[in-house]
């Protein structure tokens, strides 16, 4: 039988997945990722749904700390 | 790539060395200062590149290692006493997480965003460089320092740097890639002469916790807060970078560590800080000490180009 596949589902926002996967999106689409393991946007906050782009974390008005 | 000029007695004596010379002893100043700075990275590109015309062979030269180290004593001091010490990863790892939004916020992505314009994105691109070029060389230091889940996990998000095996994808070959599109020399090395010491210790403490096994949970500390920070920043940059008008080509290198580093981030909390600090506990002070000493070179950084930009300086050196 083959290994099954491992999914992550984090607490506080996407489910990692391992390996290069494409995902089929309602409308159709696919979206390839060749990463070592993809992070899946379940909050449907990401700019790049359905790929994380760490839009679910927390966010403070006029933080004064610099990037 | 030449070597560069020198900004006083400590780094004219490094490069006398570097040309061949005697090791000069010397009196180092101010830790976080050019003189120091380009001294300190002059010694470590001898294990990185080299220059052409040095001897390959002054890598492990004693004297010029003994100078070295009482260069590294001096700023690894600074920060100690600069850097309020904690061992509380989890917490440390929490603040990082949270992301200050709004108008007010300073920062250079942040204003790059907003309001600034292709003169200052360039320069800042000009700063990062210096480690850009060579991402991810570093950190590769740290790998036989670590032992099980910790290493492979850091070997995961290093491998992804270096592009995934494919030569065209290496995160170094992407920043290139963006400075020729913005008109920039992309030869590794060409711009050490024009950037400040803020720029240069940024990338020196990344070669001295590297290069260091005592300072391994440092080295990890490190690459954790530009993992865990990078995604929105590059967000903002990408945004700005499309607001300035830069085309795709020049905008991939941010638009890629947007989603690289959303995973990046995932993997070093649970695969790589996790299982290290189960397996050595006693590193927690160091990891913080990496993660607040590369935010403090961060912020004098940020605070140089901000400052020169309000002025309506070039953040650059003649």
């Known amino acids: 039988m083959r290994e099954p596949t491992r999914m992550v589902l984090t607490d506080e926002g996407p489910a990692l997945v391992s390996g290069p996967v494409e995902i089929e999106t309602p409308d159709g689409g696919v979206v390839r990722s060749d990463r070592p393991v993809t992070a899946l946007c379940l909050c449907r906050r990401s700019r790049r749904w359905p790929i994380c782009d760490t839009s679910h974390r927390t966010k403070v008005r006029e933080g004064d700390r610099p990037c | ?318």
Request: hydrophobic content about 40%; overall charge negative; glycine content about 10%.
């Open chain 2, 1 to 318: 790539m030449l070597i560069p000029t020198a900004r006083g007695p400590v780094s004219e004596a490094v490069v006398e060395a570097l040309r061949g010379g005697p090791v000069r002893p010397v009196d180092p100043d101010d830790p976080y200062g050019d003189d120091l700075q380009l001294a300190l990275h002059c010694c470590y590109e001898l294990h990185y590149r080299g220059y052409p015309g040095v001897s390959p062979d002054l890598e492990w030269d004693p004297a010029l290692l003994t100078l070295r180290r009482e260069l590294e004593r001096a700023f690894v001091s600074a920060l100690r006493a600069d850097v309020p010490a904690g061992d509380d990863v989890d917490a440390e790892v929490a603040a990082l997480l949270v992301e200050p939004v709004g108008p007010q916020v300073r920062g250079v992505s942040h204003h790059l965003h907003r309001a600034g314009e292709l003169w200052q994105l360039r320069e800042y691109i000009v700063h990062r460089s210096i480690y850009h070029l060579k991402e991810a060389d570093p950190q590769a230091w740290v790998i036989p320092r670590l032992s099980g889940p910790a290493k492979a996990a850091l070997v995961t998000v290093e491998h992804d740097e270096y592009g995934g095996g494919t030569p065209d994808h290496m995160h170094s070959a992407l920043f290139a890639a963006m400075m020729r599109e913005l008109g920039l020399d992309e030869a590794y090395g060409a711009h050490v002469d024009r950037v400040p010491a803020p720029t240069l210790a940024e990338v020196n403490l990344m070669s001295l916790c590297g290069l260091h096994r005592e300072l391994r949970g440092a080295s990890v500390g490190q690459f954790a807060m530009v993992e865990l920070t990078s995604s929105p920043g590059s967000e903002r940059l990408v945004r700005g970078m499309r607001r300035m008008g830069c085309g795709e080509a020049a905008i991939r290198f941010y638009d890629e560590h947007v989603e690289a580093d959303a995973v990046h981030e995932q993997v070093v909390r649970r695969g790589v800080l996790t299982p290290l600090l189960e397996a050595e506990p006693e590193l927690a002070a160091d990891v913080v000490f990496g993660i607040r000493a590369a935010l403090h070179l961060g912020d004098r950084l940020g605070e140089h180009l901000l400052g020169c930009w309000e002025r309506g300086e070039s953040s650059l050196r003649p």
